[in-house]
């Protein structure tokens, strides 16, 4: 349940944002939250949070905050819930 690709992401083109994508497949119908979350531990964006149908679904990281702000480069962690499930992974940002 749940790897990103590109990792590590940055930008690939000029005046293009950095995009990676997150997958994951689920086996029922459950309340699904992804967050974002930088070394520190502070959530800077959630990109998931409701109920999903069991299916294979993605969510795309575009190296925002929830503020719509660019975020620097470095490591983050997202972390997957689905319902008593969790993940945490790490992914890169170079710019």
């Known amino acids: 349940m749940g790897n990103n690709f590109p990792n590590p992401f940055n930008p690939s083109g000029a005046g293009r944002s950095p995009i990676t994508t997150i997958s994951f497949a ?12 930088n070394i520190k531990g502070k959530k800077v964006r ?8 069991a299916d294979f ?11 719509n702000q660019d975020v620097a480069s ?20 170079m710019k």
């Open 57 to 67: 679904h993605f969510a795309e990281w575009n190296a925002k905050d929830d503020n």
């Open 74 to 93: 470095g490591i983050y962690i997202y972390r997957l819930r689905a319902g008593e499930k969790a993940i945490s992974k790490k992914m890169l940002l």
């Open 46 to 53: 959630t990109l998931i949070d409701k109920d999903l149908e």
């Open 26 to 37: 689920l086996k029922d119908n459950e309340h699904v939250t992804l967050e974002v979350f």
